[in-house]
């Protein structure tokens, strides 16, 4: 007979004792005694990381190494790890010594430090109370910066609740199916794409582990070039890309995760993450907000429209000519009314074809035949030759005695002169 219950998929080590001990509603010392057989047994136990494996796993009907990758949060704490690494500590806790049980405690602390407190989904804890009658905790929620269900697509409710299993009331407890009880702290203030990016990237992990230290570093240092983040000579630019990482995330977030950069530039963490050759041991979380920032650069640099060939659409000077024709006349009317005086320049102004007019007059035939009128008539501003208007009114300045005494050959004579002379325009 086993004591446990059989686990539900992405149910977390802890909740899987917890369910156990409430199904035989015992207390939880002298459950945990049953558990591990083990007389003065423990009081507590891990809710991330069950160093008893072979134990629980035989309690609830698994393989070991079936409740260790799917149902613990080892496959997260040592993805990152070398390969060697990983699967011989994973050796380690499968196979412990006679009488010896591996501590995890180390291990553990990976995801508590950065994730201290319990959360759940209210539409997934609603969801399994209808479908199987009670509730249990999920190990994605439980990763650090998860703050989304990625099957709701909603928010996380965060407890108050700590990631360990003991006889305190509230640790006992299994994720409400409603959001109104009082384990109930709040919601993320997290903008929700960066958290779902996030979650999408902690899940990745969780499903992808033990990968190759080497892989990891070309991966990131392909990502950040193709999002951008490279000097004009060349080199990647870790040190800016650590600035828009930490502006991207935000030093909350980052202080809560246990990201916090404590150096700038090219020494800050992210910049580090991306040195071929860095030995440095660095959290798994540190990675998952550097993958999912690059994911998110390269989504944006891939969403923004490419630059294009600037095309010109040929006009119809034609019909433009003959529209700022009938405009100069209509202004030239206008100007014969009120005996206003104006200059060619405001007269093409007006009919909107100064800059196409004086870039290519002879695609403005029209418009060159009125502007030819105007500038004989009385509305035009220069009067370089002097018009019959100006030499009636003032005779003088052309050596005149007065307009009655002008001549008809006298008039040829001077108009010819002021057209010859006359470059207005
Ligand atoms: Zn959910």
Known sequence: MTLLPKPYADEIVGSIILRGRIHLGLALKPFLRWVYGIENGRSTCSFVLEPALARVAAQCGLDPKELLERHTVFPYVSAFLPRHGAAALASKLLNPRAGQIASTAALAQNVVSSSPFRRFCVECARDEKRRLGETHWHRTHQLPGTELCEVHGVPLIRTGIRMSVSSRVDELSMPPSSAARSTAVATTALPLPIAKTIAETNQRVLNNPLEAAVAWCDRYRTAARSAGFVHPSGELASGSLAGALQAHYGDKLL???????????????????????????????????????????????????????????????????????????????????????????????????????????????????????????????????????????????????????????????????????????
């Open 255 to 425: 202080a809560e995760l246990k990201c916090e950069m404590r150096t700038d530039g090219t020494r800050a963490w992210p910049a580090l993450l991306l040195r071929p050759g860095n030995k440095e041991p660095t959290s798994v979380v540190r990675h998952v907000l550097l993958e999912a920032f690059l994911k998110s650069c390269n989504e944006d640099q891939a969403a923004k429209p490419k630059l294009q060939r600037k095309t010109y659409t040929k006009r119809d000077y034609a019909a433009i000519d003959k529209i700022a024709a009938t405009r100069l006349q209509q202004r030239i009317r206008e100007a014969v009314k009120t005996n206003e005086r104006l200059t060619v320049q405001d007269l093409l102004v007006s009919a909107g074809v100064f800059s196409a007019y004086v870039h290519g007059r002879e695609r403005f035939p029209l418009c060159r035949e009125v502007i030819g009128e105007f500038k004989k008539s009385a509305q035009a501003e220069r009067q370089l030759g002097g018009r019959e208007f100006w030499r009636q009114r003032a005779p003088s300045r052309w050596g005149l005695l007065s307009a009655r005494l002008l001549t008809k050959v006298d008039r040829a004579h001077l108009e010819d002169a002021a057209d010859t002379s006359d470059k207005v325009e």
